[in-house]
């Protein structure tokens, strides 16, 4: 029936989302010598200063634990990333974009902006925040175990 349809739309367009977001990131990032890890770290970074660990980064993003490490190390060598111990647990690792960075920051930063610009193109403000709150109580609903 119709809620059949539904599922399968909201299936395929998140996919066809995450696909084509993914293209646009590892665009950007190719044309700094960055995989789509690296670029999304960047990313994370540049965009939530006060989440800077790399728990914080598969935590939000969800991406491979190991994949996030690998690309920690890769970035920090590069000169692009630079960790520092916390003061409170010293197995904890603040990371910090450096000087380095802000180059392909910026450019992987207009690269999501104009995503986001394509993807709401022709969509109200008032479209956009009923989308959003329908998404946020579809969550919710999901979310509850009774």
């Given amino acids: 029936g119709g809620n059949d349809m539904v599922i399968s739309d909201l299936l395929s367009?998140?996919?066809?989302f995450h696909k084509?977001?993914?293209?646009?990131?590892?665009t950007a990032a190719s044309r700094h010598g960055l995989s789509?890890?690296?670029?999304?770290?960047?990313?994370?970074?540049?965009n939530n200063p006060d989440y800077d660990t790399a728990k914080d980064i598969s935590t939000f993003r969800m991406p491979a634990k190991s994949g996030v490490s690998a690309s920690v190390e890769s970035l920090t060598g590069l000169g692009y990333l630079e960790g520092r111990e916390d003061t409170a647990d010293r197995r904890k690792i603040h990371l910090k974009l450096t000087e380095a960075a802000l180059p392909a920051a910026r450019d992987l930063k207009q690269t999501q902006q104009d995503f986001f610009d394509r993807l709401n193109r022709g969509i109200?403000?008032?479209?956009?925040?009923?989308?959003?709150?329908?998404?946020?109580?579809?969550?919710?609903?999901?979310?509850?175990?009774?």
């Fill in 13 to 16: 367009g998140a996919k066809s």
């Fill in 20 to 26: 084509i977001y993914n293209q646009s990131i590892q």
């Fill in 36 to 46: 789509l890890m690296d670029g999304d770290v960047i990313l994370f970074l540049y």
């Fill in 124 to 146: 109200s403000e008032e479209e956009r925040q009923i989308f959003t709150d329908l998404l946020k109580r579809m969550m919710d609903n999901l979310k509850q175990t009774d």
